[in-house]
């Protein structure tokens, strides 16, 4: 049963192939270098980096369409069947740093087959060779395109991680501007606060093998800019209750082995107290985006409750 303040626990524990696949990716090299220092130094060395490659298998298995918008590359994957009844716009994380993870395809394709939505997955440019204002021209952008030949009642906007952040973003813009919103929001475990402020995050940090507090505060003093990584606009999970009661009824998903786990209780808690449809699910000892490892038990169920939620 949910809670008053919107939160479910989804699994009580972690399934066999989930701690398989943990214990495999713990031993390997990680996505983000573990402190700041490193982190700093990696980036100012690093050769730009370039999207992972759509699998040629796409072109017999779905319809897919390559375009631009804002002049960046998006892709649209629909069934085989033709598109769906529900349109995803998804924003793939990385930090707002790294491109279209091998992952992300996988994941893209089982929201597809599972779901029966049409995607379209904007391949932005990341920071710092760009920058925040054209990644938030491509998301503009592509969502204008996509609502002038579909309804946008039938629009979902989802994203995991930083993507997840760049969706409710884009739904805050669009709210602010009094344009047609999208029918529904799901984040996917959210990056809500890139100043990391909550101390009780300090707690989950020994359980995330992927992300530490150190180097996620530097990649969003990197991705903000010229503007205060702690103001509403780089960090939505301050954003004001008048605003948020904009929002269209929401979905978040996020592991405990997650450093986001925190920001999106009190998120969720938020959307709640301003009156929106939300309901944050959480799984015991998943790891940070753990529905890409869409095999497991807990991706399955993640994938029920976003049908049963565009159903709804």
């Known amino acids: 049963m949910l809670s008053e ?3 479910e626990l989804r699994s009580a524990k972690a399934s066999l192939l989930m701690r398989s696949v943990k214990w495999l990716m713990s031993t390997r090299k990680p996505v983000f270098p573990h402190t700041s220092e490193e982190f700093k130094a990696h980036m100012d060395a690093r050769e730009l980096p370039h999207d992972a ?21 998006v892709v649209t994957i629909h069934p085989r069947s033709g598109p769906g009844k529900w349109h995803m716009l998804y924003f793939h994380g ?4 790294l491109p279209m993870f ?3 395809w996988p ?22 060779e760009s920058s925040y204002r054209t990644q938030d021209e491509v998301a503009d952008a592509t969502y204008a395109k996509l609502a002038q030949t579909h309804d ?4 979902i906007l989802n994203g995991d991680s930083a993507g997840g952040h760049m969706a409710l973003s884009l739904a805050l813009r669009l709210a602010r501007a009094g344009g047609p919103m999208p029918g529904k929001l799901a984040l996917f475990a959210p990056w809500l606060d890139v100043t990391m402020a909550d101390p009780a995050i300090a707690q989950v940090e020994p359980h995330d093998f992927m992300l530490k507090i150190g180097t996620l505060r530097s990649c969003g003093e990197m991705f903000a800019g010229d503007r205060d990584p702690a103001s509403a606009e780089c960090s939505p999970l301050y954003t004001s209750a008048e605003e948020l009661a904009q929002l269209p009824p929401t979905r978040i998903w996020t592991g405990r082995h997650d450093l986001f786990i925190i920001d999106s209780r009190t998120f969720a808690g938020r959307l709640r107290d301003a009156g929106v449809d939300a309901r944050l699910y959480e799984y015991e000892a ?11 038990r ?10 049963e939620f565009l159903n709804a």
């Open 102 to 104: 091998k992952e992300h």
């Open 286 to 296: 998943a790891p940070h985006v753990f529905m890409a490892i869409t095999p497991t």
């Open 152 to 155: 946008p009642a039938k629009i």
């Open 5 to 7: 303040t919107a939160t």
């Open 94 to 97: 990385g930090g707002f740093v």
């Open 298 to 307: 807990e991706a399955k169920d993640v994938f029920g409750l976003l049908n």
């Open 107 to 128: 994941l893209a394709a089982a929201m597809v087959e599972q779901c029966g939505v049409s995607i379209t997955i904007p391949l932005y440019r990341v920071v710092p």
């Open 53 to 73: 490659s759509i699998p040629n298998q796409f072109k017999h298995k779905y319809q897919v369409e390559h375009w631009t918008a804002a002049e960046q590359a």
